[in-house]
């Protein structure tokens, strides 16, 4: 019963200074007494997921406004692998989602719901997304609780943490499968157009918008040409009426940033009535330009892509 206590306090210390012991930055042991009264010593391991492949934005370091600070921030999107740990990185519910630390120090993990403000639900226990906050002016850190063991809620500096987040993953695939089946369905699409399309032209999905509100919320195909500027949202198979909303928010993000989409197209295998219907009262609505939105649906087929095939 003792050492059972003291391999899950060793597994705790070692996923909170992971970062730390791993470097080689702090080397942590635990000195404890047996049963039988023999004192012994443990050396702490740094607590790693077991991951089975990065997804985009992969691993990468850059930097990142926080509430008009600037701080270097390490990230790596991974889909998890269930680990042969006691507690952490198990691919479930309690383990997977965001986890952020402050100069290589845990100091929140299992983070979703905050950021995406859906359920957490067990399709999403692939996800596993690392972000390590680096500064040496503490002030330009999110705000910790007195304990210094979490992040104090409602912090500005969190909240644009969570906004970067989203612009990377507007919202999570409910598997791994589906993140590799629509990002490789528009790298199809963007593909077919740099052919199809003549030049000069612009097709990438990597253009971020609200830029000049410094924030970067990702577009999942761009494509711009000579007379003429489309966007895209899109799903691998059916959308909902919050995909149509995320497309909405694509445009107004442009908008702002001084970009001037002329047509905004959501794309899937399918559309739902609530969508098609949904899609009529928005294309009445106008911008902050005071100009109607012009956005339509359509299927991968009929954009040039094979899917579902027969």
């Not at 998890?80 to 993990?109: Q, W």
């Not at 577009?219 to 007379?227: A, C, E, V």
């Not at 649906?297 to 040039?304: A, H, P, Y």
Request: net charge neutral; charged share 30%.
């Amino acid at each position: 019963m003792i050492w059972e206590k003291v391999e899950y306090l060793i597994e705790d210390i070692g996923f909170i200074y992971s970062n730390l012991i791993k470097d080689d930055i702090a080397t942590i042991s635990v000195v404890y007494t047996d049963i039988k009264g023999n004192i012994k010593n443990k050396n702490v391991k740094s607590v790693e997921p077991d991951f089975e492949k990065y997804i985009s934005p992969w691993e990468w370091t850059t930097k990142v406004n926080l509430d008009g600070q600037e701080v270097t921030v390490n990230y790596k999107f991974w889909v998890m692998r269930d680990s042969e740990n006691k507690k952490y990185y198990k691919r479930n519910m309690s383990t997977s989602g965001v986890e952020i630390r402050l100069n290589g120090r845990a100091i929140a993990t299992n983070i979703f719901k905050e950021i995406w403000w859906i359920e957490k639900h067990n399709s999403y226990n692939y996800l596993l997304i690392i972000i390590n906050i680096i500064s040496d002016k503490s002030e330009h850190l999110p705000t910790t609780r007195t304990s210094k063991n979490g992040i104090r809620k409602w912090d500005k500096k969190l909240e644009d943490l969570f906004e970067w987040i989203r612009g990377h993953i507007n919202i999570p695939s409910k598997s791994s499968r589906d993140i590799d089946h629509e990002v490789d369905l528009f790298e199809k699409l963007k593909d077919l157009k740099l052919r199809q399309l003549p030049d000069p032209k612009t097709i990438t999905t990597e253009q971020n918008v609200f830029r000049e509100i410094k924030e970067r919320i990702r577009i999942d195909l761009y494509q711009k040409t000579k007379d003429d500027l489309t966007i895209y949202e899109g799903k691998k198979d059916s959308t909902s009426v919050q995909d149509l909303y995320q497309l909405k928010m694509y445009w107004d993000g442009c908008v702002i940033d001084g970009i001037n989409p002329k047509t905004g197209i959501l794309i899937a295998s399918s559309h739902p009535e609530s969508v098609k219907s949904l899609i009529k009262y928005v294309n009445q609505m106008r911008d902050s330009n005071g100009n109607n939105y012009n956005l339509e649906i359509k299927t991968w087929k009929e954009e040039g892509i094979d899917y579902p095939a027969i």
